[in-house]
């Protein structure tokens, strides 16, 4: 009897754990009025979709101080996901991060920098010719991976902080069960586990600093089993009928992220172990590129009708309009990957004096296989993703406020493009 009461308990136990997802009756009532097919279809299968959604209501006090409420639908910390492009917002905040830690009066985010090539895998990196002066630095990655998520940006950026620094920090700001292992391009656990030696030019090309090679010897958690699918094309192109292993994988969490994000735009209202050491021209320059057009954007010259206003911007992003309501700016990071698609935004209406944040992440791949590039992105995933955006926004119009916030912090005088004879950068490895 006592084996069978302590199985009952464990069953129960987790089931319990299984059913920790967050629902707020708000969401649902407020969802249940938008009566598009799609944005429905998935509204009542979140389990189907793997759906998370954060919403997050800002108001400001008499002396402009905001406060948040988070409403939450399907979220579930222990739901995996597929990070994608949106683990490049922490590496550009480490980035920024290391390099006001090294002190060095001489080195900046503008300041031109090479890669070397020390263990399998790796390659060199010398030039850049879509930035000013032909060289790499670490503030073009990030305009780079802001911009059009630009992968080999990201992996430039994971060389220099380094794996073991990257989680380390993540975790000692509280965000414990996020992990960084892996660049965006095929190398072995080992491999990932090396990072590239990498130098600092003053504009005569002599040295200022050079930073050796690293290697991480730091155990990662591997307990939660994390497997999607019900087969993969594995990279010998050979269907495998059993789900992708993410077990090992990048990992990012959606409430995570979404504070991640909130610890930039609103640092004074995270915890200070929380927020990442940045200095007020970090913060404008990260506002810039966080919400600037690609199209608008004269380094890297970006081609403005393939990558377009709202091209990463998901909650805005509509098959027939391409551009956001007047007056809109989203300050945002994206991901998309294996049928994930995932946003996190800060929005700011500065014609409507309107301010929210709305994180989500959505899985469409309805015949359960992974790598094969056969994922309903454009049919269910964006179209979703864009009336969520819709409901929340048209709400935040409706919304009363006691005090209407003071946006001017976030008001950007942005690029215009210039004229000149540069080809347009269409192909992003993205």
Known sequence: ?????????????????????????????????????????????????????????????????????????????????????????????????????????????????????????????????????????????????????????????????????????LHAKGYLDTRITHRFVRMTPDENRHTNPVRFLRGDSSVIYAQPAAYNNDAFDFRRIAKVGQGHWDAKDSLINAPI???????????????????????????????????????????????????ETNYPKYDGKEYYDSYVKFFFRDSLQRQLPDGVRVFNKVGWSYGFLTDASYVADFKNKIEYMLAATIYVNSDGILNDNKYEYQTVGHPFLYQLGKVIYEHELKRTRKFKPDLSRFQISYEKRVSDDRPLVKDIDN
């Open 245 to 295: 292993d993410f077990t090992t994988r990048n990992k990012l969490p959606l409430e995570a992220f979404q504070q991640i994000l909130k610890s930039v735009m609103f640092p004074e209202s995270m915890k200070a172990k929380q927020r990442f050491d940045l200095t007020e021209d970090d913060y404008l320059f990260l506002y810039q590129y966080l919400s600037q057009f690609p199209g």
């Open 1 to 169: 009897m006592r084996k069978i009461i302590l199985f009952l308990l464990t069953v129960s136990g987790l089931s319990e754990t299984k059913a920790q997802a967050r629902t707020d009756a708000f969401l649902s009532q407020l969802f249940a009025h938008n009566p598009h097919p799609v944005f429905q279809e998935v509204i009542r299968q979140p389990e189907t979709y793997r759906l998370q959604i954060i919403y997050t209501q800002i108001d400001r006090d008499k002396n402009n101080v905001p406060s948040f409420k988070n409403y939450y639908f399907n979220v579930d910390s222990t739901l995996y996901f597929n990070p994608a492009s949106t683990v490049k917002l922490p590496l550009a905040l480490l980035s920024l991060e290391k390099l006001n830690q090294l002190r060095l009066p001489q080195i900046n985010k503008f300041t031109s920098m090479q890669f070397d090539s020390a263990f399998g895998g790796q390659t060199k990196l010398w030039k850049d010719a879509t930035s000013p002066n032909g060289l790499p630095s670490i503030a073009h990655f990030i305009k780079k991976a802001l911009l059009v998520s630009d992968n080999d940006a990201y992996n430039r950026m994971y060389e220099f902080v380094g794996q073991q620094t990257t989680n380390r920090a």
